[in-house]
């Protein structure tokens, strides 16, 4: 079973904060002495640091699940909780740390790196801390934050100068043995090594690593055999080292053949953007095993051809040690010249913080269409936290939440987006807390969206024109009139008479009564 974990996808669940106390102070003769609760503590947060020590993810593959401890509740008597303990998980430099959706969140490829990558919760306040001269005794306290939870995705890319690159069984781990003080496993069957191998060379006065990548075989870019799985760990080297086997005995195999394989792969492999592509590294090539005769003359057979492509070759052998001095000596002057042009580069661009404009609120009103109406969706980092520190029971920290969202500017911004009383306003993303907006209004004012120079509170109780007063006048006397007609008619046909006769209706004396007709 390998002992060696390049990726792994961690579990986190930082600490949540601690809910504030509500606590009133009672003294002899001092029966309500003040508010005394004290602020909740707060969650831990989770931190990666890159640790030199470190060469492998395994304890993270065994056991993915972290979380951190939680803030301790306040009390009275102005006792504050207590905070979270920081939980600290090293990992190997050149760790490289990805969201669930796989965007980079940061590259450790330095010793001594952190990342806070689960913050813990904020703590909440206690009534002592909300007291204020207008609220001298809140009733009330702040619940804590809950702290980040998620999963994080790690990716090792081993850290070296120069990468031995070629075949399975090519005498890679046993070059590195042969260079440094590692001790690789060392067989003879194909993909011995099942992780890579860093050692330490010294060459004069120069110091480098070298990483010995697990054996390439034709369409390993494409998944085939161990090296998609390595490939990763050859982004970071400055230099590539083909090793070849010359005293291969596998039919259809020649140096010639397995360099042509060996460079197709590496071409097909992407490296991340910003980086060299690898077949723009500089390159030397090591023919191995010459301590075998035919290996050896195989070696100055291909070695003139391989010298026409531009290639530096050197015929080493690993059993004897034959080679390696002038080997270990041209890898340190490319590693030297790798660090040369490092250095020459600019630096990486200085982080500029700028404060946020005073006027600048924090959150955004989006509209989404309902089933019943518009939808108003408040995103914003302290509306959504002022929300989660609500203790919804409480009727006066609810009436303290409308406050602080009224003073940030979120019912300016709900009625101009178009929000009307009793709109349906959800603050933060999801189904979070749904509210009915009844917005606090200072005066009729704010209401008023009729143009400059006009106010809709008087246009709403017109006065009459003087065309339209005449219209209304010639319309009742038309009325009159008609109706005076129509009790002539029937006093004509003798429907009713004056001094007796079928009674007459109210509604008709009076009309009788304004043409004059009725008698006294």
């Not at 947060?45 to 951190?68: E, G, K, M």
Request: with cysteine.
């Amino acid at each position: 079973m390998a002992t060696f974990v390049d990726h792994v996808t961690l579990h986190l669940r930082a600490g949540h904060g601690g809910n504030g106390c509500v606590s009133v102070r009672r003294e002899k003769f001092k029966p309500l002495a003040g508010p005394d609760g004290g602020n909740g503590g707060h969650g831990g947060d989770i931190v990666l640091i890159a640790d030199p020590q470190v060469t492998t993810l395994l304890n993270y593959h065994r056991a993915p699940h972290r979380s951190s401890q939680n803030g301790g509740p306040g009390m009275g008597d102005h006792r504050a909780g207590g905070n979270g303990e920081l939980m600290e998980l090293p990992v190997p430099v050149g760790t490289v740390v990805k969201d669930a959706d796989g965007n980079e969140l940061i590259d450790m490829s330095e010793p001594g790196v952190s990342f806070t990558v689960a913050p813990g919760g904020l703590g909440g306040l206690g009534n002592a801390s909300l007291a204020t001269t207008k609220r001298k005794a809140p009733g009330f306290a702040l619940l804590g934050t809950p702290g980040w939870e998620g999963d994080v995705y790690l990716e090792l890319k081993t850290v070296a100068d120069v990468a031995l690159v070629g075949y399975p069984s090519a005498g890679k781990s046993s070059l590195i043995a042969a260079l440094s003080a590692a001790r690789p496993k060392i067989a003879d069957y194909p993909f011995t090594t099942l992780h890579p191998n860093l050692g330490v060379v010294e060459a004069g006065g120069n110091r480098y690593t070298i990483a010995d990548v697990p054996g390439l075989i034709e369409g390993a870019s494409e998944g085939k055999g161990l090296g998609l799985e390595f490939l990763r760990h050859v982004e970071r080297c400055t230099a590539l080292l083909h090793v070849i086997d010359c005293a291969t005995m596998d039919p259809g195999r020649d140096p010639i053949t397995d360099l042509d394989v060996i460079l197709g792969e590496l071409a097909a492999y992407p490296v991340p953007e910003g980086q060299k592509p690898l077949l723009e590294r500089p390159q030397l090539i090591a023919l191995n095993k010459i301590d075998v005769p035919e290996a050896r003359e195989l070696a100055e057979f291909v070695r003139p051809e391989l010298e026409e492509r531009g290639y530096r070759v050197f015929e080493i052998s690993s059993a004897t040690h034959e080679g390696l001095r002038q080997l270990s000596y041209a890898l340190a002057e490319l590693v030297e010249q790798g660090r040369a042009e490092a250095a020459a580069k600019p630096t990486k661009e200085r982080i500029v913080i700028r404060p946020k404009a005073v006027d600048e609120g924090g959150f955004v009103v989006k509209v989404e269409g309902g089933s019943f109406g518009n939808v108003y969706r408040v995103i914003g980092a302290k509306p959504e936290r002022w929300v989660a520190q609500t203790d919804f029971a409480n009727d006066e920290a609810v009436g303290f939440l409308a406050d602080r969202l009224a003073k940030l500017g979120v019912e300016n911004q709900l009625f101009k987006a178009g929000a009307v009383a009793g709109s349906t306003v959800i603050i933060g993303p999801g189904s979070s807390i749904v509210f009915d907006w009844e917005p606090t209004l200072t005066s009729t004012a704010e209401l008023i969206t009729a143009p400059r120079g006009t106010d809709a509170r008087l246009d709403s109780a017109g006065r009459a024109t003087r065309n339209e007063r005449r219209e209304d006048y010639f319309a009742r006397m038309d009325a009159k009139a008609a109706a005076r007609a129509e009790l002539l008619n029937e006093r004509a046909s003798g429907i009713w008479q004056e001094d007796g006769g079928v009674d007459m209706t109210r509604a008709e004396r009076d009309a009788l009564a304004e043409s004059g007709e009725e008698s006294e």
